[in-house]
């Protein structure tokens, strides 16, 4: 089969705009929560309404793309994102925010979906694995730049008088001036927009779904949530979406409430710091894979990173400063190790168990709510202590985990584990 790296270019893109719509919720938390006057139990109901979108909309996803194909689902996608993201900018407002970011998150979900297999075929099976570890790093960075091309357009649109460049200057006549923020959206949209057009004028490859990428019937879905190993790999993947989101969602805040950071500078410049730190993580997680058990370093990055949260809650500002990006460093390997472990723990049906661990990601949605709420009651230091929960049961993966294949290092003779790298 012809390879088609422009296709797998434009793959790349999708990967960082979906990272970009995602991740930019952690800065703007603080103006979210000055601009609507929010308690931190209603800040965190954005984040909710975001990845309860994935758990609605994961497994029909799989469906829709086994009967539609990838163009028709990556169009209505960024449809869906495009209107949520237009919705929000044209009538700024909380409850109009929330449903916004349901739709986003319906279209992110539906893209993650679609976008895996047609990268397995435009790149290549014998390179699949490399463009997926890649398609990470892609990822990783989005979530790096997005915080900054935020404070950008806040500095730049606060107190604006004229004499910007064309978009700033266009974006002064759409944007509210006691929130400049919302200027996000309005790229958001014309984002959207644009992927779209290229989308539909792409000549997309043919996608034979492996039995790994299929959906898988409804009675199977049941029949593997009876099972405890599916429930216990299930509790996994919410824990630690839900440890990833409750550290970024509220880094900024934290900096700003305990140590009177500015949110829109040094708050997001630590959250794109966190995502950054993910990203090295990520390549020295992939050397670590060759010499140690996955297990082992499971143990070891869940440890390091409670001691490292502890440094980050509990130091001055300086050290709570370099802290909260450093977690992202220990964060970094935590999903490819627990999606890897979890199907090379089953020998069929990983297609539909696939489906029912990223449904898991749904722990971005309850995590960050559950901390909000701790914190309204009894501040948000104690709040993100619930963190330990959830990373402790990510601890105890690396010590009860039995999967039926390990992951191969060098010297070993045992088969290659699942890539479990790619995000759902």
């Not at 790229?187 to 959906?215: H, M």
């Not at 970024?248 to 949110?263: E, G, Q």
């Not at 980050?312 to 990006?325: E, H, I, K, Q």
Request: with cysteine; proline share 4%.
């Amino acid at each position: 089969m012809k390879r088609s790296y422009g296709i797998v270019v434009l793959i790349f893109f999708i990967f960082f705009v979906i990272s970009f719509f995602t991740n930019i919720l952690d800065p703007l938390t603080p103006e979210a929560i000055r601009g609507f006057q929010l308690s931190l139990t209603m800040a965190a109901f954005l984040p909710f309404s975001f990845f309860i979108a994935y758990g609605v909309i994961s497994v029909p996803s799989g469906i829709l793309l086994e009967k539609y194909k990838e163009k028709p689902v990556m169009v209505a996608a960024f449809t869906l994102a495009c209107i949520g993201s237009l919705l929000f900018a044209s009538v700024p407002g909380y409850s109009v925010w929330l449903g916004s970011l349901f739709l986003l998150g319906l279209g992110m979900a539906m893209l993650q979906v679609a976008i895996n297999p047609l990268l397995r075929v435009s790149g290549g099976e014998e390179h699949f694995a490399f463009f997926s570890v890649f398609a990470q790093l892609v990822f990783s960075s989005a979530s790096f730049v997005s915080p900054h091309v935020y404070s950008y357009l806040v500095k730049n649109l606060k107190g604006y008088t004229g004499g910007g460049n064309v978009l700033i200057d266009t974006l002064s006549k759409v944007v509210p001036k006691d929130l400049p923020w919302v200027s996000l959206y309005w790229v958001f949209a014309g984002v959207s927009l644009l992927t779209i057009a290229i989308i539909v004028l792409t000549r997309l490859p043919k996608v034979e779904l492996t039995d790994e990428e299929k959906v898988g019937s409804w009675a199977t879905h049941i029949e593997l949530l009876k099972n405890p190993t599916v429930l216990l790999y299930f509790i996994g993947v919410f824990c630690y979406v839900g440890s990833e989101q409750g550290v970024a969602i509220w880094i900024s805040k934290f900096l700003s409430t305990y140590h009177s950071f500015a949110p829109e500078t040094v708050g997001a410049g630590a959250v794109g710091g966190f995502w950054l730190s993910m990203t090295g993580g990520c390549l020295l997680g992939l050397f670590l894979l060759k010499i140690f058990d996955s297990r082992r370093i499971l143990v070891w990055f869940a440890g390091l990173a409670m001691v490292t949260v502890a440094a980050a809650l509990f130091g001055p500002a300086a050290v709570s400063l370099r802290a909260f990006p450093l977690i992202g460093f220990f964060f970094s390997v935590m999903w490819s190790i627990i999606f890897s472990l979890a199907l090379n723990s089953m020998d069929k049906n990983h297609g539909a168990f696939s489906g029912i661990l990223c449904t898991g990601v749904i722990g971005g949605a309850i995590v960050p709510l559950i901390i909000g709420k701790l914190g309204d009651l009894f501040g948000l230091r104690a709040g993100m202590l619930f963190l330990y929960l959830t990373l402790g049961y990510i601890f105890s993966i690396g010590i009860w985990a039995k999967p039926l294949i390990t992951n191969k290092t060098f010297g070993s003779s045992e088969p290659v584990a699942s890539s479990g790298s790619k995000r759902c």
